[in-house]
Nanobody, 120 residues
Framework: QVQLVESGGGLVQAGGSLTLSCATSGSTFSTQTMGWFRQFPGKEREFVAA?????RYANSVKGRFTVSRDNANNTVYLQMNSLKLEDTAVYYC????????????????WGQGTQVTVSS
C-alpha cells in the first residue's frame, strides 16, 4: 500500500522560489512514476511535472520548475522558481504505475495537497 504526504506550501512573493516535498511509503516507489498536479478554484487538477528515470513538465512551468526524487528517503520534490501569480493553487503529489502519464485518472495514489499562494 502506498501513502503520500505533501509539505512545503505557503505564501511567497511573485518572482520568488518555493520547494515542495512529498514523503511516500511503499516498496515500489523507485519503479513508479511520481507526479505533481495542481488545482485552481473551481477547476480540475492539471498536470505539472513527473519523473521516472526521465522528467516531463507542463509547458506552463517548463524552465521554472524542477522535479527530483530521493529514492533513499522515498521522497519526491518540486522546486519552483520565478513564481507567478497564476501559480497559486493547491499542489498534489501522486503516484502511477504507468510511464510519465499526464492525465489525472492515470494516477492511483494521491496526497492531501498543500496550498501555494503567490502574491505581489
Amino acid at each position: 500500500q502506498v501513502q503520500l504526504v505533501e509539505s512545503g506550501g505557503g505564501l511567497v512573493q511573485a518572482g520568488g522560489s518555493l520547494t515542495l516535498s512529498c514523503a511516500t511509503s511503499g516498496s515500489t516507489f523507485s519503479t513508479q512514476t511520481m507526479g505533481w498536479f495542481r488545482q485552481f478554484p473551481g477547476k480540475e487538477r492539471e498536470f505539472v511535472a513527473a519523473v521516472r528515470g526521465i522528467k516531463r513538465y507542463a509547458n506552463s512551468v517548463k524552465g521554472r520548475f524542477t522535479v527530483s526524487r530521493d529514492n533513499a528517503n522515498n521522497t519526491v520534490y518540486l522546486q519552483m522558481n520565478s513564481l507567478k501569480l497564476e501559480d497559486t493553487a493547491v499542489y498534489y503529489c501522486a503516484a502511477s504505475d504507468k510511464f510519465l502519464p499526464t492525465t489525472e485518472s492515470d494516477y492511483n495514489y494521491w496526497g492531501q495537497g498543500t496550498q501555494v499562494t503567490v502574491s505581489s
